[in-house]
């Protein structure tokens, strides 16, 4: 039996996500938080003919400890998006603690969960959540995600419209780092099959596929930012996470987390500098067992990527832990 939960359920990306965890034959219970909205979400979705039961909840009377309780997998989408001037830190004051809230639920009600967050700034809110699960004494590295394949979806679908590929998921790109702006690092030289991009045409690719989001914010005009894409690729990812714990092998998707509790990962956070840091993760029953070294391969011209990287998510990582060792 697999209980699914998204906490901000009823959100742009919040909605569209539950739609499809609720199409996937391999959920039996999908549990919908938020501050606002589920039970029309969860009456909506619970007319759709799969198996998994669909149950809404919000704050009032216990609804963490309701929708919480029993879990196995935790989305967490909730929190204020982007509009047009905005960086992702922006959204920090906001943003930090509402995932520290909702983390502090999963350690009274749902410890063992897997947990994904997909709130922005990635780069400090999982950070966060590791400080809030250690402090609470059930921090389990294997499980903690932050979900980063929105950015290999983007550069899947901006090479193969580069090089002439009709389908875009045939491609393998690693893409590492962090997620946001110049933390973003697409690893092209590492694509498998491997691709031929035009030299002339390479910084304005990775220039795409590490400020993407900012082409949706600006396409939305105010409306906030990418929810369809991002439900997709937070679909994606939490699908494969169900699938490896059921013992499917060899799942292998990049994504955000706590290096040094990874099997491989120390070495990776060695070279980094950095224990947050986003690698290909080879996924199984106890979550990530393996954070495999995309880095040491990265050529001169990816090297440099990476120090800029280096630097930026250094400061958006410290930030998130200070904000739980020393609240504001
Ligand atoms: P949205 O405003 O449409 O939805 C957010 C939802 O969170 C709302 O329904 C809101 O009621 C809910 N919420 C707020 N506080 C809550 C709380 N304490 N508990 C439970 N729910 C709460 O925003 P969105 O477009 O869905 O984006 C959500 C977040 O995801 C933003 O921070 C955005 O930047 C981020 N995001 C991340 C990625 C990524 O690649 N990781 C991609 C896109 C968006
Ligand atoms: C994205 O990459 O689309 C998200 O992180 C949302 C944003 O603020 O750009």
Known sequence: MVKAVV????????????????GCP???ELSLYDVVNTPGVAADLSHISSPAVVTG?????????????????????????????????????????????????????????????ISNPVNSTVPIAAEVLKRGGVFDPKKLFGVTTLDVVRAETFVASLVGEKDPSKTTIPVIGGHSGETIVPLFSQAKPSVEIPADKLDALVNRVQFGGDE???????????TLSMAYAGFRFAEKVIKAVKGEKGIVEPSFVYLPG???????????????????????????????????????????????????????????????????
């Open 216 to 226: 949706v914010v600006k396409a939305k005009d105010g409306a906030g930012s990418a």
């Open 57 to 117: 909840y919000l704050p009032k009377d216990d609804g963490i400890k309701h929708a919480f309780t029993g879990a196995d997998i935790i989305v967490i989408p909730a929190g204020i998006p982007r509009k047009p001037g905005m960086t992702r830190d922006d959204l920090f004051k906001i943003n930090a603690g509402i995932v520290q809230t909702l983390v502090e639920g999963i350690v009274q009600y749902a410890p063992k969960a897997f947990i994904l967050i």
């Open 26 to 28: 391999l959920i039996d």
């Open 262 to 328: 990874v099997s491989g990962g120390d070495a990776i956070a060695k070279v980094t500098g950095l224990d947050f840091f986003s690698v290909p993760i080879e996924l199984g029953p106890n979550g990530a067992e393996k954070a495999i070294d995309v880095v040491s391969g990265a050529n001169d011209y990816e090297k440099k990527l990476l120090e800029a990287c280096y630097s930026g998510l250094k400061g958006n990582v410290s930030k998130g832990i200070e904000f739980v060792q020393n609240p504001p």
């Open 7 to 22: 906490a901000g359920a009823a959100g742009g990306i919040g909605q569209p996500l539950s739609l499809l965890l609720k």
